[in-house]
């Protein structure tokens, strides 16, 4: 398994271009399905999850090319709806090919998805969505499949604002005859892109960004070119990095208005953040501030993909912070790996009361999932001494080289590879 080597301790410095979004492009890659043609996106990350879902449309007889930023589909020769168990399990996002196999088929097969252990995460909403759209679901073991004659509009409620069960049953609807209404839908900025993509393609869809939103089904989309959004993980991953090394940083291509709770939180913490259209520059120059409460909540609110990373900010944080978790109850499995660095913290349920040390100290730990592994990866750049972080396949699922975007900000951080039990240079 691949590990990251950092020597911490040095403040970041530079200027670096943002990646596009990947849990934009993933559904947007997997809508691809519901038009006959080729479609092309461009500004999509070269990650793990991307190159799962790429095979899988290959799988399905699609043809599938990743060159540079740039992706093409091919879709004329899709003849397949069945999802294979291997690659399903690689990673949960293969369950946005639902409604689009069940859409242009009539019938999709798939098995429960895979994905970082970061809590419980059913897909009972996706299944009842396509349900009400009128699809038959049978359930043998691990097991799943949809058929449906004909999908008809109708107005769904969601119990929860799911981000994959909004994008499913959007791409489900587009082709559905008559109106279909989500209510309760998921806000992220992800889905407005989506829906963008898919009227660019021909559909008609209103409301992204709303708790409401409206589809009116289509007869047919077409091929079309489009553009991923910046990843504000990524680029809020970036952030938190700058002002726990005490650092400063520009970060291009940049959507700040994505990112207003966690603007929000390092101002309040002391870090100086600036706005110049799609830049973001962040100057730390002292040890920040404790907050006296963070609450992770859907979107606008302050996301739980980033709940890892400020942690590490509050670690050395002058004062007692405490964290809510209300999306993922396994999401605090960094902390255990933090406290071998040095950071007090304990946790109760779903909270965590982080009392701020002076300085953190290098040591090994584990990437036990894409966002714990990214936070572990800022604190050994925070870090004093030497830092190895291990498993970072899970951090590649949603970074593209981070060690990369790191060292071009100045960061003495190496990746090895270990081939035949040795180690070497990655």
């Not at 991307?50 to 740039?70: D, F, K, N, P, S």
């Not at 396509?130 to 043998?140: C, K, N, R």
Request: glycine share 10%; charged share 20%.
């Amino acid at each position: 398994m691949d590990k990251l080597v950092i020597e911490g301790g040095k403040p970041l410095s530079g200027t670096i271009v943002i990646q596009g979004a990947k849990n934009a492009a993933l559904p947007i890659l997997a809508a691809s399905i519901l038009v006959q043609g080729e479609v092309t996106i461009e500004h999509v990350p070269r990650l793990l999850d991307i190159e799962v879902m790429l095979e899988i449309l290959r799988g399905l007889g699609c043809q599938a090319e990743h060159v540079g930023q740039t992706v093409t589909v091919d879709t004329r020769f899709a003849n397949s709806a069945h999802v294979p168990e291997p690659l399903m399990r690689q990673m949960r996002s293969s369950i946005f090919l639902m409604g689009p196999l069940l859409s242009r088929f009539g019938e999709v097969q798939i098995y429960q998805p895979g994905g970082c252990a970061i809590g419980e995460r059913k897909i009972d909403l996706h299944l009842r969505g396509l349900t009400a759209l009128g699809a038959d679901i049978e359930e043998t073991g691990n097991r799943i499949i949809c058929r449906a004659k004909k999908l008809i509009g109708t107005e769904i409620v969601l119990d929860f604002p799911s981000v994959g069960a909004t994008e499913n049953l959007m791409m489900a609807a587009v082709l559905a005859e008559g109106t279909t209404t989500i209510v309760n839908a998921a806000r992220e900025p992800e889905i407005q892109d989506l829906q963008r993509f898919l009227n660019k393609m021909g559909a008609r869809i209103t409301g992204a960004g709303a708790d409401v939103i409206r589809i009116e089904g289509v007869s047919k989309l077409v091929p079309c070119r489009y553009r991923i959004i910046p990843d504000r993980i990524v680029t809020g991953t970036v952030m938190v990095a700058a002002a726990v090394t005490r650092g400063q940083v520009t970060l291009q291509n940049t959507n700040p208005s994505h990112l207003a709770s966690l603007i929000h939180v390092l101002r309040r913490v002391g870090v100086q953040v600036a706005i110049d259209g799609d830049i973001i520059k962040i100057n730390s120059t002292c040890r920040p501030k404790a907050i006296e409460r963070i609450v992770t909540s859907p979107y606008p609110a302050f996301p739980t993909d980033l709940q890892a990373q400020v942690m590490v900010l509050l670690a050395i944080a002058d004062g007692v912070s405490i964290i809510k978790e209300t999306i993922f109850e396994g999401r605090f499995k960094h902390v255990n790996e933090l406290s071998w660095m040095g950071a007090d913290i304990h946790v109760d349920l779903n909270s965590a009361f982080i009392r701020g040390v002076s300085k953190l100290h290098g040591t090994t730990v584990t990437a036990t999932d894409l966002r714990a592994g990214a936070a572990l990866v800022i604190a050994g750049l925070a870090a004093q001494g030497r830092t190895i972080v291990e498993e970072i396949h899970h951090i590649d699922r949603g970074y593209e080289c981070i060690e990369s975007t790191f060292q071009r900000l100045g960061a003495q951080m190496t990746r090895y590879a270990s081939v035949s039990g040795q180690v070497i240079p990655g």
